[in-house]
C-alpha cells in the first residue's frame, strides 16, 4: 500500500514563505512524476506545480517566479518551496503521484496517488 505524508503548511503572512514536503511509503520501485495541486475553498483543484523523475518542471503562470518545485528520487519525496505568499494563494494543498509501481508489481502500468492534504492561509 502506497501512502502520500505532506507536512510544512500553516498560517503565514503576505510576502512570507513556507515549505511543503511530501514523502511517498510503501514497497516503490518508481515514481514517474510528482506534484503539487491545490483547492482553495469555493474553487476546482488545481495544477501548481509537478516534476518528473527526469527533472522536468511545470508550474502554473500564477506561481512561476514564486514556487519552487524540487525531489529527492532515493528518498521519494517532492518538496514545495513557496516564497513571496499572496492571500489568493491560500488553499489546502496536495501531495500527488503519478504511475507509482511498487516492488510486488513491477510491469504494471502504475498507480496514481494522493495525499490528504495540508492547509496553506496566507494573511493580508
Known amino acids: 500500500q502506497v501512502q502520500l505524508a505532506e507536512s510544512g503548511g500553516g498560517l503565514v503572512q503576505a510576502g512570507g514563505s513556507l515549505r511543503l514536503s511530501c514523502a511517498a511509503s510503501g514497497s516503490i520501485l518508481r515514481i514517474n512524476a510528482m506534484g503539487w495541486y491545490r483547492q482553495a475553498p469555493g474553487k476546482q483543484r488545481e495544477m501548481v506545480a509537478v516534476?518528473?523523475?527526469?527533472?522536468?518542471?511545470n508550474y502554473a503562470d500564477s506561481v512561476k517566479g514564486r514556487f519552487t518545485i524540487s525531489r529527492d528520487n532515493a528518498k521519494n519525496t517532492v518538496f514545495l518551496q513557496m516564497n513571496s505568499l499572496k492571500p489568493e494563494d491560500t488553499a489546502v494543498y496536495y501531495c500527488?503521484?503519478?504511475?507509482?509501481?511498487?516492488?510486488?508489481?513491477?510491469?504494471?502500468?502504475?498507480?496514481?496517488?494522493w495525499g490528504k492534504g495540508t492547509l496553506v492561509t496566507v494573511s493580508s
Open positions: 516534476i518528473t523523475s527526469g527533472g522536468s518542471t
Open positions: 500527488h503521484a503519478e504511475k507509482v509501481t511498487t516492488f510486488d508489481r513491477p510491469f504494471d502500468y502504475g498507480m496514481n496517488y
